[in-house]
Antibody
Framework: QLQLQQSGPGLVKPSETLSLTCTVSGGSVTNYYWVWIRQSAGEGLEWIGRLYTTGSTSYNPSLKSRVTMSVDASRNLLSLHVASVTAADTAMYYC??????????????WGPGTQVSVSS | DIQMTQSPSSLSASVGDRVTITCRASQRLDTFLNWYQQKPGKAPKVLIYGASSFHSGVPSRFSGSGSGTDFTLTISNLQPEDFATYFCQQTYNTPHTFGQGTKVEIK
């Protein structure tokens, strides 16, 4: 059974960088796409971007200049960094695995989420 | 970005009822439309993918239909554990986008 375990600080100061990790167990990160999503009361569910295990990335244009995603396949570890955070980045952050078929693409497995608040 | 509009935003229903939630996309999606269920404090869980395919373990009272721009999630014989918030999602184009959610509450 695939499990995603998330970790990271719950509180980040404005203008600093938010850094979160997602550790995959019960399976390998290899040969899959992985996504990061965030959810806030004001914005609902927002796609941050996706990452392939080669390191190839695609980011939401609304966040592109501030987001970096990476993968460490040897540790089954995914990382998300969001730079220059503001209160608008306060949200629950999720990692998830992307399942791709010829006529469907969906998020099959989700981490439990990390609640991040941006405040001084 | 593709805009996803769900309706209604909330509804009240009783155990045993049949519930229908609709989702309209701002452009055609073929069948790249998914439905998720979210309970308070939990991550969303996929119910239906590819507009009408059941994810493993999902009860058969959940069904999805539609293609193009208009899609429907139907819950027949609503059960107590079905009271939750439901989201549609398009994965036709990036950025993937979600509907605003439909909260199903107990009448």
């Amino acid at each position: 059974q695939l499990q995603l375990q998330q970790s990271g600080p719950g509180l980040v100061k404005p203008s600093e960088t938010l850094s979160l990790t997602c550790t995959v167990s019960g399976g390998s990160v290899t040969n899959y796409y992985w996504v990061w999503i965030r959810q806030s009361a004001g914005e609902g569910l927002e796609w941050i971007g996706r990452l392939y295990t080669t390191g190839s990335t695609s980011y939401n244009p609304s966040l592109k200049s501030r987001v970096t995603m990476s993968v460490d396949a040897s540790r089954n570890l995914l990382s998300l960094h969001v730079a220059s955070v503001t209160a608008a980045d306060t949200a629950m952050y999720y990692c998830a695995r992307l399942q791709i078929y010829y006529n469907a693409t969906y998020y099959s497995d989700w981490g439990p989420g990390t609640q991040v608040s941006v405040s001084s | 970005d593709i805009q996803m509009t769900q309706s209604p935003s909330s509804l009240s229903a009783s155990v045993g009822d049949r519930v229908t939630i609709t989702c309209r996309a701002s452009q055609r999606l073929d069948t790249f439309l998914n439905w998720y269920q979210q309970k308070p404090g939990k991550a969303p869980k996929v119910l239906i993918y590819g507009a009408s395919s059941f994810h493993s373990g999902v009860p058969s009272r959940f069904s999805g239909s539609g293609s193009g721009t208009d899609f429907t999630l139907t819950i027949s014989n609503l059960q107590p554990e079905d009271f939750a918030t439901y989201f549609c999602q398009q994965t036709y184009n990036t950025p993937h986008t979600f509907g605003q959610g439909t909260k199903v509450e107990i009448k």
